[in-house]
């Protein structure tokens, strides 16, 4: 009897059991379907998460930005619903909000690795990239993996660079060391190699290439393992419903060139100057730019104009000089022509507050003439008009449009702009043959001297980031870590 009622107690226990199970497997279910699409549409908000980067989400000056950041608002456009931006602090928690249903997806640079598909869903990849072993140029460089031991490789925790270390120790080599670091953020590692105080790290080649411009001691030794991808990851425990969107959103920005254009907008006009021009342009800075800062400064103020974009000017014109001239004539340090000096109202163009006044009124016209189009390329098209003028920069605008291009996006533009030297093309413009492959560099020169400004600008003190702000994306390190990439208003 005894015996009877014990195991009737134990039925009852074990139903018990299953009945929560079932329920906490209910709730967890339900809890990860309030990021399905229908949800979504219901509350209108679409919340994501993300990490601080160059290349995923960071602060333009006040307003945030990032290639991640900005394909994500694209998406909740596309959707119709609000952006609700979380960072995570680790890549471990990314995926773990993910798989936990707290998020709709992760927009992370994540790279799509098979022992994260275990635990997250991915939609289509939107860039390939490979990893690159980063080192300092005045050390040896390392040619081949058997160069790494003896040396202090650094990389993120729970990064997919980890994980392809440890395959390769699991794999190949047994004797491979690494440390880990949970909270750096790619361009500490990166400056950590800089500054000396790591042998190596290894970055993905879009981050290498967007950073290695703001480290000129650095360089890539080499490319490891395959190619990989990245992309958006969603929760397990959605319906698809929100991942099949996100398909044909992908199908769509691939097809209008959106998605071109994001990636020209963040990475078109890297890898422009190399290391020695950085080094360059850094010294100069230091020595030179103090003199002409506040004029820059007051004229930008009177057009409205970003003042470190007009010293980004000066210094491609001149390397902010004063006296500068050039072989045909054009003299000062915004380098003005006779004619243009004359409109402009200047008497000297060897005097600097003239011609910076003279320059930033000249440029801020140019703007004015181009004032249907919407930023940054406006600022780009202006910028060439400024180096090749307004006349040819029509004539390759119409050759954009002849060409099935879009005649006010800068990505077609400077395709369009090397053809005024063929003859087949510049014949049927109204301005004629120009050497159009110069505004072309010129702009992405401008560009990088501008990123390098404002990076500049950052202090290398402790940021501290506002407890109240959801969406803070500075970080808690001593460097100067998010070099800000172009996005001017
Ligand atoms: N793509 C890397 C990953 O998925 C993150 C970026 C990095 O650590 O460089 O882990």
């Not at 425990?237 to 959106?258: H, Y």
């Amino acid at each position: 009897m005894q015996h009877h009622a014990s195991k009737q107690q134990w039925l009852l226990k074990a139903s018990f059991a299953l009945c929560l199970l079932c329920i906490v497997i209910v709730l967890a279910m339900s809890s990860g379907s309030r990021y399905d699409y229908d949800d979504i549409m219901d509350r209108g908000t679409l919340k994501i998460i993300t990490r601080n980067s160059f290349t995923t989400y960071y602060q333009d000056k006040d307003q945030p930005s990032g290639f991640e950041y900005e394909l994500a608002k694209m998406f909740a456009q596309y959707l119709g619903v609000d952006l609700e931006v979380e960072v995570a602090d680790t890549l471990e928690d990314l995926i773990s909000e993910v798989e936990s249903g707290n998020v709709a997806f992760a927009a992370a640079g994540l790279t799509v690795t098979d022992s994260r598909a275990e635990r997250v869903r991915f939609a289509s990849s939107y860039l390939d990239v490979t990893q690159k072993l980063v080192y300092r140029i005045d050390q040896k460089r390392p040619k081949k993996l058997a160069d790494l031991a003896g040396k202090t490789l650094v990389v993120i925790s729970h990064s997919s660079h980890a994980q392809y270390l440890r395959e390769l120790q699991q794999n190949e080599l047994p004797q491979l060391s690494w440390i880990e670091r949970e909270d750096a953020e790619v361009a500490e590692l990166v400056q950590m190699v800089e500054n000396g105080e790591i042998d190596y790290t290894i970055v993905d080649s879009n981050e290498f290439d967007a950073l290695s411009g703001f480290y000129p001691n650095v360089a890539g030794a080499m490319d490891l393992g395959d190619k990989q991808q990245l992309a958006w990851a969603f929760s397990k425990f959605s319906d698809n419903s929100l991942l099949n969107k996100s398909r044909e959103f992908f199908q769509l920005v691939r097809e209008t060139g959106l998605l071109s254009q994001l990636e020209e907008r963040y990475y078109g006009h890297l890898n422009q100057i190399d290391n020695v021009g950085t080094l360059t342009f850094l010294r100069q800075a230091d020595e030179r730019l103090h003199r002409y800062q506040n004029l820059f400064e007051k004229e930008a103020e009177t057009h409205e104009i970003d003042w470190r974009l007009l010293a980004a000017i000066g210094y491609q014109e001149s390397h902010w000089k004063a006296r500068a001239r050039s072989r045909t004539g054009v003299r000062g340090l915004m380098m003005l022509t006779r004619s243009t000096a004359k409109e402009m109202g200047v008497q000297n163009r060897l005097n600097a507050e003239q011609s910076i006044r003279g320059g930033a009124a000249y440029f801020a016209k140019l703007k004015k003439r181009f004032d249907h189009i919407a930023e940054p390329d406006r600022t780009w098209i202006a910028l060439a008009a400024y180096n090749v003028g307004a006349g040819h920069v029509k004539d390759a605008q119409k050759i954009t449009q002849q060409r099935g291009g879009n005649p006010d996006r800068w990505m077609d533009v400077k395709e369009s702009l090397p053809l005024l030297t063929q003859k087949k093309y510049y014949k049927k413009t109204q301005y004629g043959y120009a050497r159009g492959y110069e505004p072309v560099e010129y702009v992405q020169n401008i560009r990088r001297f501008y990123d390098l400004l404002v990076w500049r600008e950052q202090p290398e003190q402790n940021y501290t980031a506002s407890s109240d702000s959801e969406d803070s994306f500075l970080t808690a390190s001593g460097y100067r870590t998010i070099p800000p990439l172009t996005v001017v208003n």
